[in-house]
């Protein structure tokens, strides 16, 4: 979970234990945590499910609070000596770029509960993370010394997200997805790593299965810079559901525009699924995703959060409570600005069965031989889908044809609520009494609660009051 500036607003976990189905939520004061130096931003939050210890990851610190939000223990992370030319880092061989004093901006923290530690990745040395101890904060490992410790170069806080998959016998697996800035070469955009039980040992963050050809990763094709100079992959979300790990992304591509005009840059959001057991990635399939509200299209994702169904949710979507999946997603209005997305903004709802099904029709019409592989990122040249007599279930996980697969046709998912003034930038859902609500925040720190009797259709938007101070992001 992203956060900004340097006051934690914790509104938005705690209201969850506040507010009820109906009716607004009373003034009150919600307890904060502040940090001394105002340039020391929280860029992530992780809570630990067993002990409710939050854990913040900010520039140049990673904290440990109580669940009611008193420090207990602060971990420097920086600032230091770097260059982000530097590659490999000054600290694994000299480095002939001029070094300043670089602040570490933290770009992911995961908590792997299975080894009760904490992984916090910076942007200091092209990447790398430390292993914390989830108790004290006590770095138990560092890996820095081979290429695969080097996980991003792009200094952004929200440049990568990961997903930890736990296997029982073996050891866990993190799915790392990141934008690469221009530096195909050095990292790949998707990657799923070896997470050792041994945080020293050599094998740490090493790709789960490498050869001569093939290797858990993709790598966007150096070519696909020389037609869209600035392409990247934006990484907003990402989880596992089932045998498989999903990532929500923002990608540009060019569509042309009319008859004699020039193809027009546009961003889309895409949803990117692989199978959790797919060393080589052969599973990976990625589909526009979006929404349309009264004719409108949203377009541009800002944030989402998957979650079980309410059993009344549940009942009016014809799903198994407390089993199938719901997505809650916040787009932007439009494709055309990335960074400054328009503040009209729609709050949409999938079913997580029913995007499954999207993509088994997509596999299944691409082994007909219908189509192309369709993905920008492969923009350079059409491959055509090969035809291939193969059974396609539910629990498909790819050949090393027709791969890597995307789609055009958008999946749209069910409007619930849009707001045309203060732009949602954040979602989260929890289920009280049965019934499935869920929190947005806005740019200018409002939070909106959405959710009533069976909604999509017959649920009601509360505004929550409280001491909304700072941005929830």
């Not at 939050?45 to 210890?53: E, I, N």
């Not at 609070?65 to 223990?73: A, Y």
């Not at 800035?181 to 990292?187: A, I, M, N, V």
């Amino acid at each position: 979970m992203a956060v900004g500036r340097y006051c934690l607003f914790f509104h938005l976990l705690l209201s969850l234990a506040s507010c009820c189905c109906g009716g607004s939520v009373v003034n009150q004061e919600y307890r904060t945590f502040k940090t001394d130096n105002p340039d020391w931003v929280f860029n992530h939050l992780v809570v630990d499910q067993r002990t409710g210890s939050v854990y913040l990851g900010a520039v140049n610190r990673i904290y440990k609070l109580s669940s009611d939000l008193q420090p207990l223990i602060t971990h420097q992370t920086g600032p230091d000596e770097d260059n982000p030319n530097c590659y490999p880092p000054r600290i694994v061989q000299p480095c002939n770029e001029p070094l300043r004093l670089t602040d570490n901006v933290n770009k992911m923290l995961l908590i792997d509960q299975g080894e009760r530690r904490l992984i916090a990745c910076g942007s200091l040395y092209q990447g790398i993370c430390k292993l914390l101890r989830l108790e004290d904060l006590f770095k138990l490992g560092e890996p820095f010394h081979k290429k695969e410790h080097y996980l991003s170069g792009v200094n952004d806080s929200g440049s990568v997200f990961g997903v930890i998959v736990s296997d029982q016998g073996s050891d866990a697996k993190l799915f790392v997805a990141t934008a690469v800035d221009g530096k195909p070469e050095y990292f790949p955009t998707i990657s799923s790593r070896l997470l050792a039980s041994n945080a020293e040992a050599d094998e740490m963050f090493s790709f789960v299965f490498h050869d001569e050809f093939v290797a858990s990763l993709i790598k966007i094709p150096s070519d696909t810079f020389t037609v869209i100079p600035d392409f990247d992959i934006y990484y907003i979300y990402g989880f596992s559901s089932g045998a498989f790990v999903y990532f929500l992304t923002l990608q540009p591509e060019l569509i042309n525009t009319g008859p004699g005009s020039s193809r027009q840059q546009v961003y889309t959001s895409k949803l990117v699924r692989l199978c959790q057991a797919d060393t080589t990635f052969n599973s990976y399939v990625e589909m526009p995703i979006g929404c349309v509200r009264d004719g409108v299209e949203y377009r541009l994702l800002q944030a989402a959060h998957l979650t079980k169904a309410g059993p009344v949710l549940a009942r009016s979507l014809g799903i198994q409570a407390d089993q199938d999946d719901v997505l809650f997603a916040v787009f932007s209005k439009g494709q055309k600005r990335r960074s400054k997305a328009p503040d009209e903004s729609v709050l949409c709802m999938f079913v997580l069965s029913s995007i499954n099904e999207r993509i088994k029709d997509r596999l299944q019409s691409c082994y007909r031989g219908e189509g192309f592989l369709d993905l920008a990122w492969l923009k350079v040249k059409d491959i055509p889908c090969v035809p291939a007599p193969v059974p396609i279930d539910d629990s498909f996980c790819g050949l090393d044809i027709n791969a890597p697969l995307g789609g055009s046709t958008l999946m749209q998912g069910i409007p619930l609520f849009s707001e045309d003034r203060d732009r949602m930038s954040s979602v989260i859902s929890y289920v009280y009494n049965d019934h499935s609500l869920v929190f947005v925040g806005t740019k200018s720190g409002k939070l909106k609660k959405v959710g009533g009797a069976g909604f999509p259709q017959g649920g009601r938007v509360d505004e929550v009051q409280g001491n909304v101070r700072t941005q929830v992001v």
